[in-house]
């Protein structure tokens, strides 16, 4: 148990060390205002990228690249964060990954929809096994997810045995571009909750002590 001299002596310490305490515990509107334009740009770009790869599909055969290539950049520069948090293992992993998909969609559109073919199957059955152990709320989402990717499962295969590999390379670009664009609505919904903290006023911090109570022990004589 802490004597009232120690407690005494470890408040006067917090007290004269008031810029030390403040800078290592920024406010949540500090933190909410670094993190919501990040976000945003995030959610705008994943529905930019679904659209202009839906479009492309339409109009032409550059939409599996388009689409796989800029999920590529997005992947290597999630990589490249994560590299700079610390994460090693999965910031490495998503800087290959981002490169190599990046590579496949510059050098070749039939091996592009060999990787949408298979990859957003798998991609979908991952993110689902994934928000099915979180728990909690996501574990409604990886239920919806896993349903989602039986579905677009059974419907690539059917299309390959019926209409060739190069349609269902097609219906699995649009899939992967749609998947694209649900995941960036919750980036824009959690941006927008993000801004509204960071406009709301920060709660007053504490003055640092002037020295002259501390010298007397009043400021921890409470």
């Not at 205002?33 to 492309?56: H, T």
């Not at 979908?124 to 039986?150: C, K, S, Y």
């Not at 209409?163 to 609505?185: E, F, K, P, S």
């Not at 824009?188 to 007397?216: E, I, K, M, N, Y």
């Amino acid at each position: 148990m802490a004597t009232p001299t120690a407690a005494r002596t470890a408040a006067g310490t917090a007290a004269r060390t008031p810029g030390r305490t403040a800078a290592a515990a920024p406010t949540e509107q500090e933190a909410a205002r670094r993190a919501w334009p990040l976000r945003a740009a995030l959610g705008v770009a994943l529905l930019v990228v679904a659209v202009v790869a839906v479009v492309a599909v339409l109009t032409g055969d550059l939409g599996a690249r388009l689409l796989l290539g800029a999920l590529g950049v997005l992947a290597a520069a999630r990589g490249a964060q994560l590299l700079r948090a610390g994460s090693a293992v999965p910031g490495g992993l998503a800087v290959a990954g981002g490169l190599a998909a990046v590579a496949v969609a510059a050098v070749s559109a039939p091996l592009t929809g060999w990787v949408l073919l298979l990859g957003v199957p798998l991609a979908l059955v991952g993110a689902a096994a994934v928000a099915l152990a979180r728990g909690g709320a996501a574990r409604r989402g990886g239920l919806a997810l896993q349903v989602w990717a039986l579905l677009a499962g059974g419907l690539l295969a059917a299309t390959a045995l019926v209409q060739g590999t190069g349609r269902a390379a097609d219906v699995a670009t649009v899939v992967a571009a749609l998947a694209t664009g649900v995941a960036g609505v919750p980036l824009l919904v959690a941006a927008a909750g993000l801004r509204t903290v960071a406009r709301q006023p920060a709660p007053a911090r504490p003055l640092g002590c002037g020295g002259c109570a501390c010298s007397a022990g009043g400021c921890g004589s409470a």
